[in-house]
T-cell receptor, first 111, second 111 residues
Framework: DADVTQTPRNRITKTGKRIMLECSQT?????MYWYRQDPGLGLQLIYY???????NKGEISDGYSVSRQAQAKFSLSLESAIPNQTALYFC??????????FGPGTRLTVL | QKEVEQDPGPLSVPEGAIVSLNCTYS??????FMWYRQYSRKGPELLMY????GNKEDGRFTAQVDKSSKYISLFIRDSQPSDSATYLC???????????FGTGTQLKVEL
């Protein structure tokens, strides 16, 4: 089984809809991250969490929110989706040595 | 100017060639340097991880860091078609795990 899983893997939604992307990990890491990837822009950090009670904004948090339900679960929500949020979204975890491990990604399309 | 610059390619080489991938950066506080490999429609996979300046070798892969020039490289010897992927450099400062990524270089190794 994969160490970092993301659901759904693909999602098509309409402008204005609220959607949630979920991430679960079995690596036992405290630190979790959400990134988005756009062609030509690389990976940009949306939010990160160093433990269940610690949530921090990344470079591009506007229009997004997160919830850390447990050590193993970190969800990303788009309160009112817009077309320029169409992207690949990745969840990652890290160990104390700062190595980050990524999930398989969610391809989100906002029409 | 971006903190991390990476030539997007695409880079096409024949099987067996030596490949050189590079990134430059502007933040002198970066101390941890990584290379990730990303296959199409997959999440990034950690390939090499180095701290500070110097070389690190792992099989056919060698990572070099030159902090004085703010330049990092990944060399792939005896390249194989299975090495065809996008290679992302990433780096972080000493405190915390926030990574700054390059935009990725697309590599194609042809038979």
């Amino acid at each position: 089984d994969a160490d970092v899983t993301q659901t759904p893997r693909n999602r098509i939604t309409k402008t204005g809809k609220r959607i949630m992307l979920e991430c679960s990990q079995t690596k036992g890491h405290d630190r979790m991250y959400w990134y988005r990837q756009d062609p030509g822009l690389g990976l940009q950090l949306i939010y990160y969490s160093f433990d269940v009670k610690d949530i921090n904004k990344g470079e591009i948090s506007d229009g997004y929110s997160v919830s850390r339900q447990a050590q193993a679960k970190f969800s990303l929500s788009l309160e009112s989706a817009i077309p320029n949020q169409t992207a690949l979204y990745f969840c990652a975890t890290s160990d104390p040595g700062r190595k980050q491990f990524f999930g398989p990604g969610t391809r989100l399309t906002v029409l | 100017q971006k903190e991390v610059e990476q030539d997007p390619g695409p880079l096409s080489v024949p099987e067996g060639a030596i490949v050189s991938l590079n990134c430059t950066y502007s933040n002198s506080a970066f101390q941890y340097f990584m290379w990730y490999r990303q296959y199409s429609r997959k999440g990034p996979e950690l390939l090499m991880y180095t701290y500070s300046s110097g070389n690190k070798e792992d099989g056919r892969f060698t990572a070099q860091v030159d902090k004085s020039s703010k330049y990092i490289s990944l060399f792939i010897r005896d390249s194989q078609p299975s090495d065809s992927a996008t290679y992302l450099c990433a780096m972080s400062e000493g405190g915390g795990n926030k990574l700054t990524f390059g935009t990725g270089t697309q590599l194609k190794v042809e038979l």
